[in-house]
Each structure stands twice: as C-alpha cells, then as structure tokens.
C-alpha cells in the first residue's frame, strides 16, 4: 500500500491511478496565472462527475454534477449558451484566471472521514496553495471548511468569505430559495458587496 498525497491515506494502485488521472485532467486546464482559486472540500466519488472530466453529451454527468459544472463556470462570468461544449466553458474558465480545487483530493465517505482528513490535511492544503497555485484571491466554497478560515487568515493570499463564512456550492443550496439549480455562486459575491471574483481581481 502506498501512501496517497491528496488524502492522506494509504491507498492501492487503483486509487493512486485515480487521483494521478484526476490531476492530469484539472491540469489541462489550469491557467499559468490564477486570478480566483475555488476551493471546494472533496471531489465527488462518481468519475464522471468529475469537473474537469469535459463530458461530450449532457447524460453523461449526473443532473447534480451538471448543475455544479454550470454554476460554478458561471463564477468566472461566462455563461454557456445552448449546445456549448463543456471544453470551451473550461476553457473560457482558464483563460479568465479561475481554478477549481478541492482541499482534499479524493473522495471521502462518509462525512465524518472527510470532516476528519480535512482537519489533518489543513497545513499541507495552505503549503499547496501558497507554493503551487499561488492564487491572487481564494474563495472557500464548502460550509464544511469553515474551521479552515483561520488557517487561510494567516496567509497573504486575499481570502474571499460571505458574511465571515465559505461560500456555500451549488451541491450545498440545491432545492432551496437561493436558486433553482443549485446556488450560484456569482449571486453569493454580489451579495456580499464583493461583486463576481474576476472583477475584484481585476481591481487590484
């Protein structure tokens, strides 16, 4: 058994060749400089729910992860009209600064094991962010890492919160008020008087 980097966990060949697979995925389309990282808690476990997995038709994500990939694009300003391919929107996602990355970088069920690997994994996740990403703002987007705002308040990095929290994911505020397919994370910004992210960025 080998040691896994994403998670902290030992794990078998099949699950080092999952994550090896992930990275290659998301770095295809990281851009050079990161303007907004999107830092999310954990990937989903389904593969093809993946978000930098580009899916070539609609039925191949689940409705949810769907959802997810809409709003969270939507964060950087582009929305994707009618038969947009999910490789141009992430595209358009990298060429305007943002990233999505996740604090741990495997699945994890149930919730308390990710609770608990979020928790153990919190220096390590500031240490990649500072040293690798390297973004100009953060923004937490997972109710699940409120304990690491402290950790992030130590940085240099411009961290962005609503009203003191993360920002909630579409897959955290799907079926409430706050939209109708999921929460859009662009509304949360504005809402807190902070506008869309790439906005700010381009501010400073």
Do not use: W
Request: proline share 6%; hydrophobic share 35%.
């Amino acid at each position: 058994m080998a040691f896994c980097d994403g998670c902290g966990s030992q794990a078998d060949d099949a699950h080092i060749r999952r994550r090896i697979e992930r990275l290659e995925l998301s770095t295809r389309f990281r851009p050079i400089h990161i303007q907004v990282l999107l830092m999310d808690s954990v990937p989903p476990g389904r593969a093809e729910d993946y978000f930098y997995r580009a899916a070539s038709s609609p039925d191949q994500r689940s409705t949810s992860s769907r959802n997810y990939f809409n709003e969270i694009v939507k964060c950087c300003g582009f929305v994707a009209g009618p038969g947009t391919s999910e490789e141009i929107a992430l595209a358009e996602f990298q060429h305007r600064g943002f990233y999505l990355a996740y604090a741990v970088e495997c699945p994890i069920e149930p919730a308390e094991e990710s609770a608990a690997a979020l928790e153990r994994l919190g220096p390590t996740v500031l240490q990649r962010v500072e040293k690798s990403y390297k973004p100009k703002y953060i923004a937490l987007i997972s109710a699940s890492l409120a304990k690491s705002i402290p950790l992030f308040e130590r940085s240099e990095i411009r961290l962005l919160l609503h009203h003191g929290k993360p920002f909630m994911s579409p897959l955290e505020t799907a079926g409430t008020h706050l939209a109708g397919l999921g929460a859009s994370l662009s509304d949360q910004f504005a809402a807190s008087g902070l506008g869309r992210p790439d906005s700010a960025a381009q501010k400073s």
